[in-house]
């Protein structure tokens, strides 16, 4: 039995939520079971997109449990507590077929942050506060922040973040790329979940494919990247999903997806 990720299915969306009061701050166990229930859903036909919230009014996540943070001063490398954690999430995310859009309200800060980072698409409040804060306790980002973040906003907008610890709105993460759209805050769910549903909408198997590009070719020579993305397309093509696009198409209806 869980005891901090819940779910439930709206249609084909799975709605995840994290609910750890009062700010939802992540510790080893609640990644864990985050993982595992995303492991869950990406191995069932039931949701074909996911988005992840934080429960309650104050937070998406507001960063990692520090309570933790003494125990791991000792531990094996290998055992980085929630930062190994956070990167551990985050690389099963880069792997699945699902997408996951982030649902950002209130604070996303260090931890937070760095898991919607991860995530593959992120709508944001207007009025929310994303940040890396982790400078003000004489520590780095560990779970993806340094290495994230520059990926989307560039190199000196990570260095700001993150050598000065102070937060960003929800507003000004839109302007700088952070997140892919910005909402009041009374329309957060509802508009995370109007795009979970359209990427929901779509072929599986491409869904999969193109995800799978995005995670494998962002660091390749561009020659090399074009070569697999026309691999994915010649897979696509050959797939049952992309004969079904394209009679649908042809007979102008609506395509039956099966994923496969």
């Not at 864990?32 to 069932?44: C, T």
């Not at 520090?66 to 980085?80: N, S, T």
């Not at 993806?144 to 709105?169: E, F, K, M, Y």
Request: negative net charge; contains cysteine.
């Amino acid at each position: 039995m869980a005891e901090y990720v819940t779910s439930e299915l709206d249609g084909a969306v799975a709605v995840v939520t994290i609910d750890n009061p009062p700010v939802n701050a992540l510790k080893a166990a609640l990644l864990e079971e985050l993982e595992a229930e995303l492991a869950r859903l990406d191995g069932s036909e039931e949701a074909r997109a996911i988005v992840l919230r934080g429960g309650g009014e104050r937070a998406f996540v507001a960063g990692a449990d520090i309570k933790e943070f003494p125990a791991l001063r000792d531990a094996p490398p290998q055992e980085g507590g929630s930062a190994r954690g956070i990167q551990k999430v985050g690389a099963a995310m880069d792997a699945m077929r699902t997408p996951v859009i982030a649902a950002i309200h209130g604070f996303c800060l260090g931890g937070g942050l760095e898991l919607a980072m991860a995530c593959d698409l992120r709508v944001a409040a207007e009025d929310a506060q994303l940040g890396q804060p982790e400078i003000k306790l004489g520590l780095i980002p560990g779970g993806g922040g340094t290495q994230r973040l520059p990926r989307l906003v560039g190199h000196g907008r990570a260095l700001l973040l993150n050598l000065t610890g102070d937060p960003i709105s929800g507003a000004q993460a839109y302007e700088w790329g952070l997140v892919e759209r910005v909402v009041p805050a009374a329309e957060l769910m509802e508009t995370a979940l109007e795009l979970a549903r359209t990427i929901a909408g779509r072929s599986p198997f491409a869904v999969g494919v193109v995800k799978e590009l995005a995670a494998g070719t962002r660091d390749l020579e561009l020659a090399e990247g074009l070569r697999r993305e026309a691999e994915g397309f010649r897979r696509c093509l050959g797939s049952e999903d992309g004969l079904e696009g394209v009679t649908a198409f042809i007979e102008k209806r609506e395509p039956q997806w099966t994923g496969r």
